[in-house]
C-alpha cells in the first residue's frame, strides 16, 4: 500500500489531513512531537494510522522517519508538511532565541521534510510534497514578525522545489490558509462571527487531497483558502 507523511499532525488541521489521506486508501503515517495526543482521535474515528514521533527541526529526527517509510512502504505517494510555530512579540521585544526557534520549525523544517520527500519521489518519477501557509506568507503584520518570516521563507522553498520537481514527475504545492481555522476552542468566536466564518479542517484536508489528485497535466501550485468573513 502506498503511504502518505503528515509532519505536524495535531490534533486540528493535521489530524483531518491524516484522516482524509487514509479515506484516500494511502497508508498514512503521522508524525508529531508528542503522537500520543492522537490515539484518542484516531480511536473515536475509526482510522487506522502509523503514529510516529518527530522532531521535524532536527535533521536525524526527519532522516530517521523517512527512512523507515522507504523500508516499509517505498517512496512516499503523498507528503504535507504542516508544522509551524509562533509567538506574537513586537520588533522591539522578541528575544532571538524566539525568533529563531520559530523559523526553524516553520521553515529550516519544511526544507527538511521535502528534501527528504523529494529525495524518494524523484527516482520514482512521482509524488505530491503540500505544504501549509497562512496569510503570513503573504504579508507580514505588526507583531508577526516571528509568523511572517519563516511563513515567507516557506513559501520561497516550496516555489523553488516546484519549479525543480515538475519536471521530474514531482507535483509541490503551497497552500495559504487565509484564516482562522475551527476548533473547540474557538467555538464562541464562530458563534460571534456567523456561520462558515471559520475553516473548517475537514473541508482544508479535502482540498490538499484534491492538489493530490490533480492530473500532471494542470497541476496548481499555490491555492489559497479563506472563509467568507476575511478581506483579501
Known amino acids: 500500500m502506498a503511504a502518505a507523511v503528515v509532519i505536524g499532525a495535531g490534533p486540528g488541521l493535521g489530524w483531518s489531513l ?26 473515536a474515528d475509526g482510522v487506522d494510522v502509523a503514529l510516529e514521533s518527530c522532531d521535524a527541526a532536527k535533521p536525524a529526527d526527519v532522516e530517521r522517519v523517512f527512512a523507515k517509510v522507504a523500508r516499509e512502504h517505498g517512496a512516499p505517494a503523498l507528503v504535507a508538511f504542516n508544522a509551524g510555530a509562533y509567538e506574537r512579540g513586537g520588533i522591539l521585544d522578541i528575544r532571538p532565541e524566539d525568533f529563531e526557534r520559530c523559523w526553524r520549525v516553520g521553515c529550516f523544517a519544511g526544507f527538511l521534510v ?21 496569510t503570513a506568507s503573504l504579508r507580514g503584520g505588526a507583531g508577526f514578525a516571528n509568523l511572517a518570516s519563516p511563513k515567507f521563507a516557506l513559501r520561497a522553498v516550496a516555489q523553488s522545489m516546484a519549479r525543480e520537481l515538475g519536471p521530474k514527475g514531482v507535483h509541490v504545492a503551497h497552500v495559504i490558509i487565509d484564516g482562522q481555522i475551527a476548533s473547540e476552542a474557538r ?31 494542470a497541476w496548481t501550485h499555490e491555492l489559497d483558502l479563506r ?6
Not at 521535502?114 to 497562512?134: E, K, N, S, W, Y
Not at 472563509?227 to 483579501?232: D, N
Open 18 to 43: 491524516a484522516k482524509r489521506f487514509a479515506q484516500g486508501g494511502l497508508r498514512v503515517v503521522a508524525c508529531s512531537r508528542d503522537p500520543a495526543r492522537l490515539e484518542p482521535r484516531a480511536a
Open 187 to 217: 467555538a464562541g468566536l464562530a458563534a460571534e462571527r456567523g456561520p462558515d466564518s471559520l475553516l473548517p479542517p475537514d473541508a482544508i484536508a479535502e482540498n490538499y487531497w484534491n492538489l493530490h489528485a490533480q492530473p500532471r497535466g
Open 114 to 134: 521535502g528534501q527528504a520527500a523529494a529525495r524518494l519521489m524523484v527516482p520514482a518519477g512521482a509524488g505530491t510534497i503540500l505544504f501549509t501557509g497562512a
Open 227 to 232: 472563509p467568507w468573513v476575511e478581506r483579501f
